[in-house]
């Protein structure tokens, strides 16, 4: 009976060498995914970019940009950005039709986005509209 439970012993004790072993190489598995989910942080938050599309009376900006597009600029415009959010800020003297097309835009250049925000600006005393 002595001699089973010295045997016993020792295959107890390597199989807890062995699985110290697994531990330890598990703990190196884990620093190895943890930094590689660190390193694709970044890319991800890139993804998640808000752009503001400033609906004016017959044309359209994006962003901080100067440069006023038309229908057919913003389409390319927008399938050229990589973005998650979308601002529509309107101006007093958008007409409908300039409206719509900024939706139809952002529709075909990125259809699934996770949030679309209407903002009105401007107002009939403030701005003289061209097309009134």
Same mark, same amino acid.
């Given at each position: ?5 010295? @045997? ?6 390597? *199989?807890?060498?062995? $699985? =110290? =072993? +697994? ?7 884990? &620093? %190895? /995914? =943890?930094?590689?989910?660190? /390193? ?5 938050? %890139?993804? *998640?970019? #808000? !752009?503001? %599309?400033?609906?004016?009376?017959? @044309?359209?900006? !994006?962003?901080? &940009? ?5 229908? $057919? ?6 399938? &050229?950005?990589?973005? &998650?959010?979308?601002?529509? *800020? +309107? ?8 409206? #719509?097309?900024?939706?139809? #835009? !952002?529709? @075909? ?6 949030? %679309?925000? /209407?903002? /009105?600006? =401007? ?10």
């Amino acid at each position: 009976m002595c001699i089973r439970q010295r @045997n016993h012993n020792k295959a107890s004790q390597r *199989d807890s060498q062995t $699985a =110290g =072993g +697994v531990i330890r190489h598990g703990g190196f598995m884990r &620093s %190895i /995914l =943890g930094l590689t989910l660190l /390193l694709l942080m970044p890319f991800t938050a %890139i993804a *998640d970019e #808000a !752009i503001t %599309i400033y609906v004016k009376e017959s @044309n359209y900006l !994006i962003s901080n &940009s100067k440069t006023e597009l038309t229908f $057919a600029e913003l389409k390319k415009k927008l399938k &050229s950005l990589n973005f &998650s959010t979308v601002l529509i *800020d +309107v101006d007093y003297c958008a007409e409908p039709e300039t409206l #719509a097309n900024a939706y139809l #835009a !952002i529709s @075909n250049a990125k259809p699934t986005l996770k949030d %679309i925000k /209407l903002n /009105l600006s =401007g107002s009939h005393e403030e701005s003289m509209c061209k097309n009134v």
